[in-house]
């Protein structure tokens, strides 16, 4: 089977799986579709792009299941016009859906293997809108104003307020928090004013950030 016709059937068997999950926006499947999950997985992996299955990537980290991913996204209501912050690249593939939907993405990880291929990726679907840099995410990210969506993808023992100050007034954050050593929980927080409204989301199989960056790897 050609890997074309593989991407169209697992894109369709997504679609399938989210809308009977509840999940129907539109535009946020057209931006899924528009990045190509296969680009982003190893090429060990590529027929398994599309499945649920969370699939290890180079550092020791790895790649949310699709279907997983797409949720947290839809969690996220992004809008056009917003400014991200993702803290942990990956493999850039939340990055590139983001940026079909926001103004601009600004991405941080910690490793440089990640960064590289994550940019690489990136530059191949011509997306100008995103920013990856290596920075360590574990004590915040300052210098770089507000933001309207903030996605963490490593977890925190506590809500992470030096990244929920960046929200602006109505914005939005969604980071795994470590409810045990064995559990990890989303955990969205929607600013208004000075206040924040918190709320659990679903469990996640995030893992626990780590400081430092980490610039061989």
């Keep these: 089977m050609s890997g074309r016709l593989v991407e169209r059937e697992g894109f369709a068997a997504l679609v399938l799986r989210l809308r009977a999950a509840g999940i129907s ?21 590529a027929d398994d792009a599309y499945s ?12 949310e299941g699709v279907d997983l991913a797409v949720r947290i996204l839809h969690n996220l209501k992004l809008k056009p016009g917003q400014r991200v912050l993702e803290v942990g690249t990956g493999s850039g593939f ?10 601009r993405v600004l991405t941080i990880e910690r490793y440089k293997t990640l960064v ?34 903030i996605l963490v993808t490593a977890a925190f023992n506590s809500m992470p307020r030096f990244y929920a100050d960046q929200l602006v007034s109505g914005g939005m954050m969604i980071a795994p928090l ?3 050593e064995d559990h990890c929980r989303m955990v969205r927080l929607t600013k208004t ?5 918190r709320e659990e989301l679903f469990e ?14």
């Design 178 to 180: 470590m409810i045990s």
């Design 25 to 45: 926006d539109i535009e946020l499947l057209t931006a899924v579709e528009q990045s190509p999950r296969h680009l982003f997985a190893p090429p060990q992996f």
């Design 52 to 63: 649920s299955r969370t699939l290890p990537i180079e550092c020791g980290s790895f790649m």
């Design 116 to 149: 590289t291929g994550a940019q690489r990726r990136i530059d191949t679907l011509g997306l100008r809108n995103v920013v990856i840099r290596q920075a360590d995410g574990s004590a915040g990210l300052q210098g770089e104003g507000t933001f309207d969506r």
């Design 94 to 103: 939340t990055a590139a859906v983001m940026a079909r939907r926001a103004e």
């Design 204 to 217: 996640a199989p995030y893992l626990p950030i780590v400081s430092r960056v980490a610039s061989f790897l």
């Design 193 to 197: 004013g000075s206040r924040f409204e």
